[in-house]
Protein backbone atom coordinates (compact mmCIF):
# COMPACT_ATOMS: atom_id res chain seq x y z
CA UNK A 1 0.00 0.00 0.00
CA UNK A 2 1.46 3.08 -1.12
CA UNK A 3 2.16 6.04 1.03
CA UNK A 4 -0.11 8.94 1.62
CA UNK A 5 1.28 12.16 0.30
CA UNK A 6 2.34 14.53 2.79
CA UNK A 7 -0.30 18.15 2.85
CA UNK A 8 1.95 21.37 2.06
CA UNK A 9 1.67 24.31 4.00
CA UNK A 10 0.68 27.53 2.64
CA UNK A 11 2.84 29.13 5.08
CA UNK A 12 5.94 27.03 4.49
CA UNK A 13 6.33 25.58 8.54
CA UNK A 14 5.64 22.44 9.77
CA UNK A 15 5.80 20.15 12.99
CA UNK A 16 8.35 17.60 12.06
CA UNK A 17 7.94 14.66 14.62
CA UNK A 18 10.31 11.35 14.94
CA UNK A 19 10.28 9.15 17.76
CA UNK A 20 12.91 5.76 19.03
CA UNK A 21 12.37 2.35 17.59
CA UNK A 22 10.69 0.69 20.67
CA UNK A 23 10.51 4.51 21.81
CA UNK A 24 14.84 4.08 23.10
CA UNK A 25 16.15 7.48 23.76
CA UNK A 26 18.49 8.12 21.35
CA UNK A 27 20.11 11.07 21.75
CA UNK A 28 21.83 10.38 25.21
CA UNK A 29 24.31 12.30 24.90
CA UNK A 30 25.96 16.00 23.61
CA UNK A 31 27.68 14.12 21.04
CA UNK A 32 24.64 12.33 19.73
CA UNK A 33 22.96 15.82 19.45
CA UNK A 34 25.44 17.57 17.72
CA UNK A 35 25.45 14.69 14.97
CA UNK A 36 22.06 14.63 14.12
CA UNK A 37 22.16 18.91 14.04
CA UNK A 38 24.96 18.58 11.38
CA UNK A 39 23.14 16.09 9.17
CA UNK A 40 19.43 17.35 9.29
CA UNK A 41 18.50 17.72 5.99
CA UNK A 42 19.06 14.18 5.66
CA UNK A 43 17.70 13.30 9.46
CA UNK A 44 16.23 9.89 9.12
CA UNK A 45 19.24 7.56 6.60
CA UNK A 46 22.33 9.61 7.42
CA UNK A 47 21.70 9.57 11.31
CA UNK A 48 20.23 5.81 11.34
CA UNK A 49 23.81 4.83 9.90
CA UNK A 50 25.50 6.45 12.24
CA UNK A 51 23.84 5.81 15.33
CA UNK A 52 23.86 1.97 14.08
CA UNK A 53 28.01 2.24 13.71
CA UNK A 54 28.32 4.11 17.37
CA UNK A 55 26.15 1.99 18.53
CA UNK A 56 27.56 -1.54 17.26
CA UNK A 57 24.18 -2.48 16.47
CA UNK A 58 21.57 -2.81 13.36
CA UNK A 59 18.36 -2.13 11.48
CA UNK A 60 16.09 0.46 11.99
CA UNK A 61 16.49 3.28 14.95
CA UNK A 62 13.45 5.03 14.20
CA UNK A 63 9.74 3.85 14.75
CA UNK A 64 8.59 4.88 11.97
CA UNK A 65 8.57 7.88 9.16
CA UNK A 66 8.67 10.80 10.35
CA UNK A 67 5.20 12.34 10.55
CA UNK A 68 4.98 16.13 9.94
CA UNK A 69 1.99 18.67 10.38
CA UNK A 70 1.29 21.72 8.35
CA UNK A 71 1.29 24.86 10.38
CA UNK A 72 -1.01 27.61 8.61
CA UNK A 73 -1.74 30.23 11.46
CA UNK A 74 0.54 32.03 14.85
CA UNK A 75 -2.02 30.01 17.05
CA UNK A 76 -1.18 26.30 15.90
CA UNK A 77 2.72 27.55 15.72
CA UNK A 78 2.51 28.94 19.30
CA UNK A 79 0.59 25.35 20.44
CA UNK A 80 3.73 22.97 18.36
CA UNK A 81 6.28 25.26 20.34
CA UNK A 82 4.87 25.12 23.64
CA UNK A 83 4.58 21.18 22.69
CA UNK A 84 8.32 21.12 21.44
CA UNK A 85 9.46 22.66 24.52
CA UNK A 86 7.52 20.97 27.06
CA UNK A 87 8.28 17.43 25.78
CA UNK A 88 11.64 16.60 27.47
CA UNK A 89 9.37 17.01 30.90
CA UNK A 90 6.79 14.76 29.15
CA UNK A 91 9.22 12.06 28.21
CA UNK A 92 10.50 11.81 31.66
CA UNK A 93 13.91 13.19 31.04
CA UNK A 94 13.84 16.22 33.24
CA UNK A 95 11.57 17.55 35.79
CA UNK A 96 11.71 21.16 35.62
CA UNK A 97 12.01 22.18 31.11
CA UNK A 98 15.38 24.20 32.54
CA UNK A 99 17.50 21.69 33.32
CA UNK A 100 16.78 20.28 30.08
CA UNK A 101 20.21 21.18 27.67
Known amino acids: ?25 IFMSSIHKNKILEIVKKINVKYAMYYNKVEKRYG ?3 QDRFKSEAVEDDNYLIGVL ?11 IVKNIEEYK
Open 1 to 25: MPRQARIKSATGIYHIMIRGINKEK
Open 60 to 62: HVF
Open 82 to 92: RCIHNNPVKAG
